[in-house]
């Protein structure tokens, strides 16, 4: 049974960084992908950012691009997303999911983490 859980959120001030993780129950050897997405309250899902397991390549929504990075550690089968420069609209829950392959979305979720940006 696959099971990603996700850590790190908090409360942080505008221009403030916090460090998420997702970290996978199973190995993820072969895995295609992992990606990051967010939900503010009364919004629709938000793509944030994903990584390729094969080749690394990482991917931004334009939102956060040039203030998020995605990273993984392949050993401890965790996944992060360094986030910088937080803005309010950053405020959400933030979730990890595993990739299917490309266009086939995403199977498995996590819980969630509760990200605020405010002063």
């Known amino acids: 049974q696959v099971q990603l859980v996700e850590s790190g959120g908090g409360l942080v001030q505008p221009g403030g960084s916090l460090r998420l993780s997702c970290a996978a129950s199973?190995?993820?050897?072969?895995?295609?992908?992992i990606g990051w997405f967010r939900q503010a309250p009364g919004k629709e899902r938000e793509f944030v950012a994903a990584?390729?397991?094969?080749?690394?390549?990482?991917y931004y929504g334009d939102s956060v691009k040039g203030r998020f990075s995605v990273s993984r550690d392949s050993a401890k089968n965790t996944v992060f997303l360094q986030m910088n420069s937080l803005v309010p609209e950053d405020t959400g829950t933030y979730y990890c999911?595993?990739?299917?392959?490309?266009?086939?979305?995403?199977?498995?979720w996590g819980q969630g983490t509760q990200v605020t940006v405010s002063s």
């Open positions: 999911a595993r990739g299917r392959g490309y266009g086939l979305g995403y199977d498995y």
């Open positions: 199973v190995r993820t050897d072969g895995w295609y992908a």
């Open positions: 990584i390729s397991w094969s080749t690394r390549n990482t």
